[in-house]
């Protein structure tokens, strides 16, 4: 049964970083890429960013050059950098993958930006 399980949200004032994390189970995790989605209140929930199995990556043109996708195959883990934080991150971020035709996701983690 695969779980992915986020955490690392919280409150941050405007320019601050967090780094949030995603752990899986119940997968090959060095098989699959993984991705980082997030929604904000009242809006569709978007892509932010993307690691493949060969750790290439994609982002949102939103969050390139602030935010930084990254794996850790060892730990079954994927971690999202973000720096320079602006109010428009605030949202619930949630890690997402997709296998044989499924669509897997965690329970999300809030990051809030405000002074």
């Known amino acids: 049964q695969v779980q992915l399980v986020e955490s690392g949200g919280g409150l941050v004032q405007p320019g601050g970083s967090l780094r949030l994390s995603c752990a899986a189970s119940?997968?090959?995790?060095?098989?699959?890429?993984m991705d980082w989605y997030r929604q904000a209140p009242g809006k569709q929930r978007e892509l932010v960013a993307t690691?493949?199995?060969?750790?290439?990556?994609n982002y949102a043109d939103s969050v390139k050059g602030r935010f930084t996708i990254s794996r850790f195959n060892a730990k079954n883990t994927v971690y999202l950098q973000m720096n320079s934080l602006k109010p428009e991150d605030t949202a619930v971020y949630y890690c997402?993958?997709?296998?044989?035709?499924?669509?897997?996701w965690g329970q999300g983690t809030q990051v809030t930006v405000s002074s």
């Open positions: 997402h993958l997709f296998k044989l035709g499924n669509d897997y």
């Open positions: 690691i493949t199995k060969g750790h290439n990556t």
């Open positions: 119940g997968i090959i995790f060095s098989l699959y890429s």
